[in-house]
């Protein structure tokens, strides 16, 4: 029943796509996946056969047409496929039975990313990724250490943190994050995920929702009775929206990449 919403999710990303986060501007040899090819990066990442580049195929930047012939073209590795493939969790563990009608999330403030790029062992694209905020727990930020050794990565980490108590506002975030190292060169794997909502608004949303059908005397009533119930039961109502939205972050983090680079799994 989720699943409308994630897809929903992976749209919102596609119109905000995280500008800042090119990886080609530090170390343009690395492989891109067509679909996030980028200014600066020089060769594409393929899921499956490479294009015959002596085809007049052109790659479009800013409007100007580059031949195929220009780019590297990288075939993912079967180790890299299987390898990635076995550590992301499956989807199905996050297909949930529950999901947020859409008056609720609409009420939600949603970051995401997805990457897949391969680079060089040697470039150092964990600080990269740091700076760039792309990793949103502080867990997998600060203590790198506990998921990642001798350049490989296999983290799935999600915390939850109160933004401002008196507020009212929390947030909810998921990170994956793998790093797979084959004859010199890392795969690296990006999904993250931040929710943040307000109580009172989320409480104000629900409410409103709830009232709609009565006529505008019932209605002011009913939007009361019900805030008051919100706030009498405050802790459970909390406990309750933090609940899902926990559930969401990770599932998103999960479901989305495995949607949009399926091709690159096995
Ligand atoms: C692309 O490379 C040029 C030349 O190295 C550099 O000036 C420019 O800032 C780069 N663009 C990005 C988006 O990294
Ligand atoms: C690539 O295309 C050229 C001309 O279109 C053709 O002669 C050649 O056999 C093709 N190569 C492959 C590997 O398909
Ligand atoms: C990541 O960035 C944070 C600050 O945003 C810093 O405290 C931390 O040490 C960095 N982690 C690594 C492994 O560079
Ligand atoms: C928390 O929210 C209150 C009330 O909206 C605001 O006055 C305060 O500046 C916020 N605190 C922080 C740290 O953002
Ligand atoms: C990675 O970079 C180093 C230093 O630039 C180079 O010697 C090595 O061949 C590169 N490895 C691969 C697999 O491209």
Redesign the pocket.
């Known amino acids: 029943m989720i699943l409308p919403l994630l897809i929903v999710s992976v749209l919102l990303l596609n119109e905000s796509e995280c500008q800042e986060f090119n990886p080609c501007s530090i170390d343009d040899s690395i492989c891109m996946p067509l679909e996030d090819f980028q200014e600066n990066c020089t060769c594409i990442l393929l899921s499956d056969k490479p294009f015959n580049s002596s085809d007049e195929i052109f790659l479009y930047f800013s409007g100007y047409p580059i031949p195929l012939k220009y780019f590297k073209q990288v075939e993912l590795d079967p180790f890299f496929r299987d390898k990635l493939d076995v550590r992301i969790p499956r989807k199905d563990f996050y297909s949930v039975d529950e999901y947020f009608p859409e008056h609720i999330f609409k009420s939600f403030e949603i970051e995401e990313n997805l990457a897949l790029f391969l680079a060089n062992s040697s470039s150092d694209i964990f600080s990269f990724l740091n700076e760039t905020q792309l990793l949103r727990t502080a867990q997998l930020r600060q203590f790198a250490d506990k998921w990642c050794s001798e350049g490989e990565c296999n983290a799935f980490v999600y915390e939850s943190t109160v933004r ?1 108590r ?2 009212g ?1 929390y947030s909810h975030a998921a990170d994956l994050l793998q790093i797979v190292q084959f004859n010199g060169l890392s795969l690296f794997a990006v999904s993250s995920v931040e929710v943040r909502f307000n109580v009172a608004k989320v409480a104000y949303s629900h409410c409103r929702y709830k009232c709609s059908p009565f006529y505008y005397s019932e209605n002011d009533l009913c939007i009361r009775l019900c805030e008051q119930r919100v706030a009498f039961d405050h802790i459970s109502v909390i406990g309750e929206i933090k609940r899902k939205v926990d559930f969401f972050a990770r599932s998103s983090a999960i479901y989305n990449f495995r949607e949009k680079y399926a091709n690159y799994l096995s």
């Open positions: 401002n008196s507020a506002v």
